[in-house]
């Protein structure tokens, strides 16, 4: 059985620095690029960070500088570290697994955490 379970959210004051993770069981971790997404309340899903099987990182223009996504495949982790939040970083955070194998695209997703900035 597949599990994907974030921690970390919670309530952080503007400028706050929060660590969420993922922490993932029932695949094989390393080969899967692993992404968080949010979403805010009104808004679509959207892509926060990546990082594939080979290290490789993408950000979303409104966090890069500010998050920075690391995984750990000895423990089959991802995590978000998040500095300098803003009001607008509030959203559910959500974690993903992602593969494409032999053309089909295979995905496993979190429950999500909420992350609130406010004061």
């Known amino acids: 059985q597949v599990q994907l379970v974030e921690s970390g959210g919670g309530l952080v004051q503007p400028g706050g620095s929060l660590r969420l993770s993922c922490a993932t069981s029932g695949i094989t971790f390393s080969i899967y690029t692993m992404n968080w997404y949010r979403q805010a309340p009104g808004k679509q899903r959207e892509l926060v960070a990546g990082?594939?099987?080979?290290?490789?990182?993408n950000y979303a223009d409104p966090v890069k500088g500010r998050f920075t996504i690391s995984r750990d495949n000895a423990k089959n982790t991802v995590y978000l570290q998040m500095n300098s939040l803003k009001a607008e970083d509030t959203a559910v955070y959500y974690c993903?697994?992602?593969?494409?194998?032999?053309?089909?695209?295979?995905?496993?997703w979190g429950q999500g955490t909420q992350v609130t900035v406010s004061s």
């Open positions: 990082m594939t099987s080979g290290g490789r990182t």
């Open positions: 993903n697994a992602d593969r494409v194998n032999w053309g089909s695209r295979v995905e496993y």
